[in-house]
């Protein structure tokens, strides 16, 4: 079984920064593609960033030049860096992992959510 552990969510100005990270552990041996999503109240989850296996990068257009997706394939982590953050960022953030697991087979997975709210 593999378990998302999502961590670095929280409260913080306008202008401020927050990085969330999200940890696979288990039965995880490695990720493939991971992407972070979001949603606020009344929105449906949309996708935020998301990095390929690779390296490659793809981001939302509200969040471009704002935001970083990063990983470290070696911790079996994913980060999202959130700079300059607006209060219409205030969502619960969710990350998503394919991940293959000792067995070799290769599943999606959801962590819990991690708030974020931008406020003064």
């Known amino acids: 079984q593999v378990q998302l552990v999502e961590s670095g969510g929280g409260l913080v100005q306008p202008g401020g920064s927050l990085r969330l990270s999200c940890a696979a552990s288990g039965s995880a041996s490695s990720i493939n593609n991971a992407a972070w999503y979001r949603q606020a109240p009344g929105y449906q989850r949309g996708l935020v960033a998301i990095?390929?296996?690779?390296?490659?990068?793809n981001y939302a257009d509200s969040v471009k030049g704002r935001f970083t997706i990063s990983r470290d394939n070696a911790k079996k982590t994913v980060y999202l860096q959130m700079n300059s953050l607006k209060p219409e960022d205030t969502a619960v953030y969710y990350c998503?992992?394919?991940?293959?697991?000792?067995?070799?087979?290769?599943?999606?997975?959801w962590g819990r959510g991690t708030q974020v709210t931008v406020s003064t």
């Open positions: 990095i390929e296996r690779g390296g490659s990068t």
């Open positions: 998503n992992l394919d991940c293959l697991d000792y067995s070799g087979r290769l599943m999606n997975y």
